[in-house]
């Protein structure tokens, strides 16, 4: 027989419950929100998945390869002669949103490409990173103060500097910092 109590306190009890439930999803609500800010922030100005869709780099990068790309460093130093750079491309020659090459010369340098060699400064780069030596010439010419001359290595298929010129330094995203996928091949960019 009920007398009337007990039904209200089950009530309470199970009103209780809820109000947990309510109080954890509200608590926690905030520390995802959180960490989804977060989470955005890095990729945004931090560090950036990039998927190699070409051969362009080969045989450095592979068509497949998934990296992180540093976003930060660059905003403390400029790029060096030898990183390898994401970037939007020059928008006549863009065949992919974002592209990815290896920094030959800086602003200031004389670049030419001539006898299967690359020169910098009339002294032949040592490349043991390239496919094949480049089958082209380019130059002499002298990089411009806020441009880079950038190269895929694979020289005789990318379409890099030796096609549509200098690169603007305010077109660099970051720097291929490292490879994640796949897993046989994890590690730092070279």
């Known amino acids: 027989m009920s007398d009337g109590k007990s039904q209200p306190a089950a009530k309470a009890g199970e009103s209780g419950k809820h109000q947990g439930r309510h109080r954890f999803n509200a608590r926690h609500a905030g520390f995802v929100g959180a960490l989804l800010v977060w989470a955005l922030v890095l990729r945004v100005f931090v560090l950036q998945p990039h998927l190699i869709v070409s051969e362009s780099m080969a045989p450095t990068l592979a068509v497949g390869d998934r990296l992180v790309v540093d976003k930060l460093s ?12 994401v970037f939007e491309p020059p928008p006549a ?11 030959i010369a800086l602003p200031g340098q004389e670049v030419q490409v001539r006898d299967g060699q ?9 490349e043991p990173y390239v496919a094949a030596p480049p089958a082209y010439a380019w130059g002499p010419a002298t990089i411009p103060e806020g441009m880079l001359f950038v190269l895929g290595d694979n020289r005789n298929v990318s379409s890099d500097s030796h096609v549509w010129g200098v690169l603007p330094l305010q077109s660099v995203k970051g720097r ?4 994640f996928w796949p897993p046989a091949r994890t590690g730092l960019v070279p």
């Open 93 to 103: 020659h863009a065949r992919e949103f974002i592209a990815i090459k290896r920094v």
């Open 118 to 126: 690359v020169l910098v400064d009339g002294t032949p780069l040592r």
């Open 176 to 179: 291929a910092w490292l490879r």
């Open 74 to 85: 660059y905003r403390f130093h400029l790029p060096r002669a030898g990183d390898i750079v």
